[in-house]
């Protein structure tokens, strides 16, 4: 029997719940998924399941942990390894997913995350891009910084701060907007990773009926 629940919305616009997933299988939890086709509006069974009415949502043994970073830092006290080992390159790590976590609104807003489509050129506008430029600038100084052998942030581990920036590399493989030599290779590493790759095998099975028009109507 597994050891709890994790609560996803559609893997397909997830964004918060594929960090959270990530995180989990990451650190190895045994926990059943269950995925809650997401509605136009507010979800009544995301409100009915989660403390905080939102997705990703865990519940292993007796702790229950909402919101997608105190999802990834309950993940690392299990799993150490899920942050760099060198505490200021974990510190970093901890800066950039934070801001991740708080913020870039415009580009969640004009480029939601819609795994597997391809929707080139939509979404940029003066707020979106500038958005973009200061995620490839976090991409290009964290990786001059401690990327040197491999191709994730922090180099051959995809860390917790990979995670929390999973969703965007789905947002720039989707809208494709212009991007350094950099990005792309970081972008097609973790397109290539097996979590990402199971992800994206997972969305595209979900039943055509799970579809909200506000995104696929996105053109
Ligand atoms: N700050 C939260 C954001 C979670 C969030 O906004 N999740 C969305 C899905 S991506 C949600 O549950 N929306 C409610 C709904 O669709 O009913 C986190 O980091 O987990």
Request: net charge neutral.
């Amino acid at each position: 029997m597994a050891d709890g629940k994790l609560y996803l919305g559609n893997r397909r616009y997830s964004s918060w719940s594929l960090r959270g997933w990530l995180a989990v299988r990451l650190a190895g939890l045994d926990v059943e998924e269950i995925v809650i086709p997401m509605s136009a509006g507010r979800t009544a069974a995301i409100q009915a399941a989660s403390p905080n009415g939102l997705v990703p949502y865990l519940e292993h043994g007796a702790a229950r942990i909402w919101e997608s970073l105190a999802i990834c830092e309950y993940c690392a006290e299990i799993a150490p390894p899920l942050w760099p080992a060198d505490r200021l390159a974990r510190a970093h790590g901890r800066a950039i997913s934070a801001e991740m976590h708080a913020g870039f609104g415009a580009l969640r807003r004009a480029m939601p995350m819609i795994f597997g489509k391809s929707l080139p050129g939509i979404g940029r506008n003066d707020e979106s891009l500038a958005d973009i430029a200061r995620i490839e600038a976090i991409f290009r100084t964290t990786r001059a910084a401690w990327g040197d052998g491999g191709p994730f942030l922090f180099g051959a581990d995809f860390t917790l701060a990979d995670a929390m920036f999973a969703p965007v590399v789905a947002r720039f493989m989707t809208y494709q907007p212009e991007l350094s030599a950099v990005t792309m290779d970081y972008c097609t590493a973790v397109t290539a990773h097996p979590l990402i790759a199971k992800w994206a095998e997972l969305a595209a099975k979900e039943p055509e009926s799970w579809r909200l028009d506000k995104y696929e109507s996105i053109a």
